[in-house]
Every structure is written in structure tokens, then in C-alpha cells.
């Protein structure tokens, strides 16, 4: 008996997403994305109003406002795969601006456990991105969305850093650390060698949106806190880390949405930065 659903477009019975178990417009276009789906709720306190949407295996939702502004949040799981199900099927129900909000282990001495990191590019390890485009096209985050982090950082008086980053499809071996056993894996000198290029950070997923993002002509953006500071061999995780992101999280939404009401009144394409001083004449 046919089910009447195309399986090269799974849905639900009910004709939501798949996976993510979203109809179209269920979310707000800015959405948040943790890792975890423990995160989510606690990103959805720093806003003025919330409330559950979906939650079905590693990814849940929510919507809400902040500063009248709508804005989303749904865990991405960890690593590539469950990060490239997620973007497709938020991307499918109209979200169009991504920001990732994590934590990272920093890999240069000038980094402290507790310094956001904004990724300006992604190393392309995480492996999923290598079904959507050649090894030489690169996972850049959207400079609107670099600048909307940084405002929102300044704004919160954090310290940041920007840079690009590295996602691996592994968190122990891919990351220079010792697997099962004391097993070293095939990259034990990979650590090492992306200090001495000036990377900033490992996490497993900015990649994954960068590259499917830019392929998709949507916006994406990374914010990731540290929690492991490789240079010095320290690992300090913690809920403080949760409300960090929360408050670079709601305030991002709040600065991206002013920068493109700016951009809406100026009638222009891209934001920059006289649009906000008002020193350019748009007429
Ligand atoms: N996330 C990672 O992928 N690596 C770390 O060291 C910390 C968080």
C-alpha cells in the first residue's frame, strides 16, 4: 500500500518534516543552534517569551521574542550528519538565518576557557559537507551575521575573539586526543600543526552550516564558548557556559534584526556599517 509520501522527500504522516517534525512557519527565521537539546530551554530563558515547539529524537524546538524580536532555537545533535538533517529541514520550513552557539576547545595560547570565539571560516572536517561541494569551496560564515556577533559581544561586555575555526567529524582522535586505550588515531600531530597556522578552535559543527548555508544563499553565523583550553591542557565545562551563550544568542537576533531593518529603509542589498551612522545618503 502506498503511503502517497515520496521517500527521496520523507515527511510525516501529518506532512511535517521528517525528522525535525516542523511545518512550514513553525519557527520564526532566526534560529539558534545548540548541540544539545538540553540547551535549548536554556537559551529560550534569556528571551521575553517562549514556548515549545517540536522535539523528536536529538532535535528540539522552540520559538519566542526578545525585544520584540521572533527568534528560534533547535539543537543540531552533535557533529556533521544530524547538523546537515537539521539545516535541510529548518531551511524547508523557512528558517533563512542560522547561528550556531557552542562550546570549543581553543587551541591558542591567547585563549581562555571562557572567550567566545566568532568563526569567521570552518576547516571542512566534519564530513558531511563533502556530499554538497569539492573540498576547495570554502565554509565561510556570513560576514552580517560576523558582524551582528560582534556587536552582541561588545554589547555584553564579553571577551571574543574571531578567526576560523576547525570542525572535525571526531571529537577524540579528529581532535588530537587520546581514544580508547591511549589509541593516538591517524591525526595525533593534527592539534599542533593548527596552532602554528593561527586556527582558533575545535568543535564539530560550524562547518556543516557554513558550507550548506552559503550553497543555499542563506545567512550563518558561529559563536562558540570555550571550554577546553588545549594550549594549557585544561577543561573547565559548567552551566555558566549555558547563560553566556543564552545572552550572545538573544541579543545576536536582536542586532541582526536591526542591521536589516537599517538595509530595509536604506533600500539596500547588503549591510555596512554608514548605513548605521546614517553618514551615507541612501536617497
Ligand atoms: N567541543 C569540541 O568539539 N571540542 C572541545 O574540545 C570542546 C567542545
Request: aromatic share 8%; hydrophobic share 40%.
Amino acid at each position: 500500500m502506498s503511503s502517497g509520501i515520496e521517500a527521496a522527500r520523507p515527511a510525516t504522516e501529518g506532512g511535517q518534516q521528517y525528522h525535525l517534525h516542523l511545518s512550514q512557519g513553525d519557527l520564526p527565521p532566526t534560529v539558534l543552534l545548540p548541540g544539545d537539546p538540553g540547551r535549548v530551554p536554556t537559551l529560550a530563558r534569556a528571551w521575553d517569551r517562549a514556548e515549545d515547539v517540536a522535539y523528536h529524537r536529538e532535535y528540539r524546538s522552540m520559538r519566542g521574542s526578545y525585544h520584540d524580536v521572533p527568534v528560534s532555537a533547535c539543537s543540531t545533535g552533535i557533529g556533521g550528519p544530524s547538523t546537515e538533517i537539521a539545516l535541510n529541514e529548518l531551511a524547508e520550513v523557512g528558517c533563512r538565518n542560522f547561528i550556531r552557539l557552542g562550546t570549543t576547545g581553543g587551541l591558542q595560547e591567547w585563549m581562555r576557557a571562557g572567550d567566545i570565539v566568532i568563526s569567521t571560516a570552518a576547516i571542512r572536517w566534519e564530513g558531511a559537507s563533502a556530499s554538497y561541494a569539492p573540498d576547495v569551496y570554502p565554509a565561510c560564515a556570513s560576514y552580517e551575521l560576523v558582524l551582528a556577533l560582534i556587536e552582541a559581544c561588545e554589547r555584553l561586555k564579553l571577551t571574543y575573539h574571531l578567526g576560523v575555526s576547525a570542525s572535525t567529524a571526531s571529537f577524540y582522535a579528529g581532535q588530537s586526543r587520546p581514544a580508547f586505550g591511549g589509541y593516538r588515531g591517524i591525526e595525533p600531530k593534527r592539534m599542533e600543526q593548527l596552532t602554528a597556522m593561527g586556527v582558533t578552535s575545535f568543535e564539530m559543527e560550524a562547518a556543516t552550516i557554513f558550507t550548506l548555508c552559503s550553497l543555499f544563499g542563506l545567512r550563518a553565523g558561529a559563536a562558540c564558548v570555550v571550554i577546553a583550553d588545549r594550549f594549557r591542557n585544561e577543561f573547565k565545562p559548567g552551566p555558566w557556559a549555558d547563560d553566556v551563550l543564552a545572552r550572545v544568542g538573544a541579543e545576536t537576533a536582536v542586532v541582526l534584526a536591526g542591521q536589516d531593518e537599517q538595509k530595509r529603509r536604506a533600500g539596500k542589498e547588503y549591510f555596512f556599517p554608514s548605513l548605521q551612522s546614517g553618514a551615507v545618503d541612501c536617497g
